[in-house]
């Protein structure tokens, strides 16, 4: 019913910046909190940052005052700048969206596909 699609992914020297962003489509009557998570090799999938319908946002500590999180309410589109990357973000990076879907008008979360960022030299 709903779809997630990621892009923006790649390969980035430390100190340099991605940007990704999230799409979603289908049956959505609103999306509600958007979000990013990332999952590094071995690793538990954190959050890495969250935006409300509203604009309030949310970071972990490991990306303040690096990464930036915004969204187009119209185009149902969160985006994630990142700055200043090291190595330690290399990871996949999941766009997560609640919806509430415009055939039932039930909120449902959302994942989307992942994509990959590596920081390397």
């Known amino acids: 019913q709903v779809q997630l699609v990621e892009s923006g992914g790649g390969l980035v020297q430390p100190g340099g910046s991605l940007r990704l962003s999230c799409a979603a489509s289908g049956r959505i009557a609103s999306t509600v909190t958007m979000g990013w998570y990332r999952q590094a090799s071995g690793k538990e999938r954190e959050l890495v940052a969250a935006?409300?319908?509203?604009?309030?946002?949310n970071y972990a500590d490991s990306v303040k005052g690096r990464f930036t999180i915004s969204r187009d309410n119209a185009k149902n589109t969160v985006y994630l700048q990142m700055n200043s990357q090291k190595p330690e973000d290399t990871a996949v990076y999941y766009c997560k969206a609640g919806v509430v879907v415009s055939t039932t008008y039930l909120l449902n979360d959302y994942w989307g596909q992942g994509t990959q960022v590596t920081v390397s030299s």
């Open positions: 935006i409300t319908r509203g604009g309030s946002t």
